[in-house]
T-cell receptor, first 110, second 116 residues
Framework: QKEVEQDPGPLSVPEGAIVSLNCTYS??????FMWYRQYSRKGPELLMY????GNKEDGRFTAQVDKSSKYISLFIRDSQPSDSATYLC??????????FGKGNQVVVIP | EAGVTQFPSHSVIEKGQTVTLRCDPI?????LYWYRRVMGKEIKFLLH????????ESGMPNNRFLAERTGGTYSTLKVQPAELEDSGVYFC??????????????FGPGTRLTVL
């Protein structure tokens, strides 16, 4: 069983729509949860970081963690064409070794 | 402030040859990480340096891979001899402090390695 599962299917949405992404994980030791954004030919860039269960909001972005279900989500409100990128979930138990999901390619259509 | 840089951006070599990838972390970052993404798979951890010491090399696939970080600044990752399955994108990341998972890792743009 993979440590982190992220359905890698591409996602196309019209501008202004809500984008919903999620990952599940199997390692109960994971305590720190991240979402990275990766533009084409660039490295991953940290977008959101949460510790333990709960919600965190940053502008149009909301990250949710449900440790009881081993499930994390990222929501993007009022999506913009500039949000078009690959979004990767990542997590760690605290040893700085990040475990990534496969990523979702998101395309926001103007 | 300059970000993490990697060289080359793309390397094409034949099976059996040697390739050396270089990573320059953000100045002042003691922690340096190597990750790899093989086509169709997720990004996987390879190893973690703290200054010049290998803190964790549990992700290194086999002894054909050798990572060094002389003087605690830039790092090199050598693959010798390269095999077809080594093809992928090799990312380097750096972070200032390390610690209990609260340290942001800043990624470079990656080196795309193609082994023919």
């Amino acid at each position: 069983q993979k440590e982190v599962e992220q359905d890698p299917g591409p996602l196309s949405v019209p501008e202004g729509a809500i984008v919903s992404l999620n990952c599940t994980y199997s390692n109960s030791a994971f305590q720190y949860f991240m979402w990275y954004r990766q533009y084409s030919r660039k490295g991953p860039e940290l977008l959101m970081y949460t510790y333990s269960s709960g919600n965190k909001e940053d502008g149009r972005f909301t990250a949710q963690v449900d440790k009881s279900s081993k499930y994390i989500s990222l929501f993007i409100r009022d999506s913009q064409p500039s949000d078009s990128a690959t979004y990767l979930c990542a997590m760690t138990s605290g040893n700085n070794r990040l475990a990534f999901g496969k990523g979702n390619q998101v395309v926001v259509i103007p | 402030e300059a970000g993490v840089t990697q060289f080359p951006s793309h390397s094409v070599i034949e099976k059996g040859q040697t390739v050396t990838l270089r990573c320059d972390p953000i100045s002042g970052h003691d922690n340096l990480y190597w990750y790899r993404r093989v086509m169709g798979k997720e990004i996987k951890f390879l190893l973690h340096f703290v200054k010049e010491s290998k803190q964790d090399e549990s992700g290194m696939p086999n002894n054909r891979f050798l990572a060094e970080r002389t003087g605690g600044t830039y790092s090199t990752l050598k693959v010798q001899p390269a095999e077809l399955e080594d093809s992928g994108v090799y990312f380097c990341a750096s972070s200032p402090r390390g610690g209990l998972g609260t340290d942001t890792q800043y990624f470079g743009p990656g080196t795309r390695l193609t082994v023919l």
